[in-house]
């Protein structure tokens, strides 16, 4: 199995300050197409997961641009560039290259 | 509006079954494989099982044996039959429709899910 590490396991950030978490798997999830097989999901108190990337990088509609995703290979990065109350959530990745498709074990980030 | 609604959760004792249900709307049912993904309280998040949309079924080793995942295209509904349910089983379910194709699955949108509580 794949296993997906994030980093750290929480952070607090003034708002309007970047918040930055880490995504690291035990396997290249990058295919021969060059596509990396990885995704982000924002999970808010008492709501189900919410896609905000896949394929790494590619933005879900309707996600707010101050979400970027980047990273190849093994090493992935979720950025929030400017922290807004709203945006606190646990935040997780998960691969798809190979079953059993297997999740980080989730980043919260809260407002300091 | 795309939706995914679950039922079926509930509190039984070791050893038993459930079976769990997902109404899907708002899209092409017939065109999506399909997820269950769980969540143990406080825990973060494991798939479990996936079926596409020709029906070709896979299994988390941890309920492999035990669990089944079904679809029924007539209703637009997803299953996952549950059967020698153990402590650890304790999560709330989601059922999550699948994209990226049959090899290869992220998952949107997700349901509310539905409690499955497993005590003796």
């Known amino acids: 199995d794949i296993v997906m590490t994030q980093s750290p396991d929480s952070l607090a950030v003034s708002l309007g300050e970047r918040a930055t978490i880490n995504c690291k798997s035990s396997?290249?999830?990058?295919?021969?197409?060059?596509?990396?097989?990885l995704a982000w999901y924002q999970q808010k108190p008492g709501q189900p997961p919410k896609l905000l990337f896949y394929w790494a990088s590619t933005r879900e509609s309707g996600v707010p641009d101050r979400f970027s995703g980047s990273g190849s290979g093994t090493d992935f990065t979720l950025t929030i560039s400017s922290v807004q109350a709203e945006d606190v959530a646990l935040y997780y990745c998960?691969?798809?290259?190979?079953?059993?498709?297997?999740f980080g074990q989730g980043t919260r980030v809260e407002i300091k | 509006e795309v939706q995914l609604v679950e039922s079926g959760g509930g509190l039984v004792k070791p050893g038993e079954s459930l079976r769990l249900s997902c109404a899907a709307s708002g899209f092409s049912f017939t065109i999506y494989s399909m997820n269950w993904v769980r969540q143990a309280p406080g825990k973060g998040l494991e798939w479990i099982s996936f079926i596409s949309k020709s029906g070709y079924v896979n299994y988390a080793d941890s309920v492999k044996g035990r669990f089944t995942i079904s679809r029924d295209t007539a209703t637009n509904s997803l299953y996952l039959q549950m059967n020698s349910l153990r402590v650890e089983d304790t999560a709330l379910y989601y059922c999550a429709r699948g994209r990226g194709g049959d090899n290869s699955n992220w998952f949107d949108p997700w349901g509310q899910g539905t409690l499955v509580i497993v005590s003796s």
């Open positions: 998960q691969q798809y290259y190979g079953l059993p498709w297997t």
């Open positions: 396997q290249s999830v990058l295919y021969s197409n060059n596509r990396n097989y």
